[in-house]
């Protein structure tokens, strides 16, 4: 007969292994960020989250960034964007709504 632990391991493994295709998100922190340009899979947008705290990309212009828990907010030239930003399988995560009421959904890694 099992014990109770080895009970919980072997459903919990079980529960796993049925979902194969799903990719566990982990936060993202200020060091993913700071001082890093990252390539979106927006139509070749780039972001580059600068170390003071400034922000430049060819979609949203000049201005400044901040990540709050899970929520990155980019001020810039063309407009104020919040999304929830996650990391999956070693990419960045980027989605929400945007203030025209569309939605988005982009993939990122560094770029130089």
């Not at 982990?26 to 899979?41: H, M």
């Not at 139509?43 to 705290?53: E, I, L, R, V």
């Not at 060819?58 to 990391?87: A, M, P």
Request: proline letters at 3%.
């Amino acid at each position: 007969m099992l014990k109770a632990s080895q009970c919980r391991l072997t459903i919990t493994s079980l529960a796993m292994s049925a979902l194969p295709g799903v990719a566990l998100a982990n936060p993202v922190t200020d060091a993913d960020l700071r001082g890093k340009t990252i390539c979106w899979s927006y139509g070749g947008t780039k972001n580059s989250y600068h170390k003071d705290g400034s922000f430049d990309s060819n979609l949203v212009g000049h201005g400044t960034w901040s990540l709050i828990s899970d929520r990155l907010t980019e001020h810039g030239d063309h407009g104020v964007y919040t999304f929830t930003i996650d990391k999956q399988g070693g990419k960045l995560h980027m989605y929400g709504r945007t203030p025209g009421g569309g939605s988005v959904e982009v993939w990122g890694d560094y770029c130089g």
